[in-house]
C-alpha cells in the first residue's frame, strides 16, 4: 500500500518527462510523509484490526496478543494503547525485528503488567516497565507460549472474560442543577 504513491509519482513524471532531479524530489517529499508516524501507526493499527477481524476470539482472551513484521517499532505502544482502549483489556503488539521480535504492552488498572512479565520470563529477551505499560523482546518460538501463559495469569486476575472499563467520577451533580446549557 504505501509503495502505490511512489509508482504514481514515478509514472508521471516520465510521462511528463519531467527531470531525474523533478522526480527525486517528489519522491522524497512522499517518503517523509510516509514515515510520518500518525501513517504508520495507521497502516499498523488497519493489519491488526484486519487480524482481529480474522481471529475474533483473540478479542475475547484475557490479554490481546498480536505479532507482525514490518510494523515500525515506533508506533506499536500507541496501537497496544488503543487495544485496551476499545477492548478494555490488556494488549501486547509485537513487531519482528531482525531475529526477534519487540512488543509493546499496555494494560488496565486491575492488572500489573509488569509482574505478570515477570511471572513468564523465561519466554522473554529482556523487558522492563511498570503496571501500566512495558517494552519487551522475544523470540518467536515463544510467543504461543507466553500467550497462553499470560492470558491464564491474568485469569487470576479477574474471574469473567475480562476486566470493565473503569469509569473515573469527579463529582456527582444533583439533576435538579442540570440545565442545557450546563
Known amino acids: 500500500i504505501a509503495i502505490l504513491p511512489l509508482i504514481f509519482v514515478t509514472v508521471?513524471?516520465?510521462?511528463?518527462?519531467?527531470?531525474?532531479?523533478?522526480?527525486?524530489?517528489?519522491?522524497?517529499?512522499?517518503s517523509n510523509y510516509l514515515n510520518h508516524p500518525n501513517l504508520l501507526f495507521k497502516i499498523l493499527y488497519f493489519d491488526i484490526e484486519e487480524?482481529?477481524?480474522?481471529?475474533?476470539?483473540?478479542?475475547?482472551?484475557?490479554?490481546?496478543?498480536?505479532?507482525?513484521?514490518g510494523w515500525h517499532p515506533g508506533v506499536i505502544g500507541i496501537a497496544a494503547s488503543r487495544l485496551v482502549e476499545k477492548y478494555s483489556r490488556p494488549a501486547i503488539v509485537?513487531?519482528?525485528?531482525?531475529?526477534?521480535?519487540?512488543g509493546s504492552g499496555r494494560s488496565v488498572p486491575a492488572f500489573s503488567l509488569h509482574n505478570a512479565l515477570d511471572n513468564v520470563k523465561e519466554y522473554l529477551i529482556r523487558f522492563g516497565g511498570h503496571e501500566l505499560a512495558a517494552g519487551f523482546t522475544i523470540s518467536r518460538c515463544n510467543i504461543p507460549r507466553f500467550r497462553e501463559d499470560i492470558?491464564?495469569?491474568?485469569?487470576?486476575?479477574?474471574?469473567?472474560?475480562?476486566?470493565?472499563t473503569i469509569l473515573d467520577i469527579d463529582c456527582v451533580i444533583p439533576p435538579e442543577l442540570m440545565t442545557v446549557r450546563s
Do not use: H, M
Not at 12 to 30: A, D, H, N, R, V
Not at 95 to 102: A, F, L
Not at 151 to 160: E, N
Open 12 to 30: 508521471y513524471f516520465i510521462s511528463k518527462k519531467g527531470t531525474p532531479l523533478s522526480l527525486f524530489t517528489e519522491l522524497y517529499k512522499i
Open 51 to 69: 487480524y482481529l477481524d480474522a481471529n475474533p476470539s483473540v478479542k475475547t482472551d484475557r490479554v490481546i496478543v498480536v505479532a507482525g513484521r
Open 94 to 102: 509485537f513487531t519482528k525485528d531482525g531475529d526477534e521480535y519487540k
Open 151 to 164: 492470558c491464564a495469569i491474568a485469569a487470576q486476575y479477574y474471574a469473567d472474560a475480562g476486566p470493565r
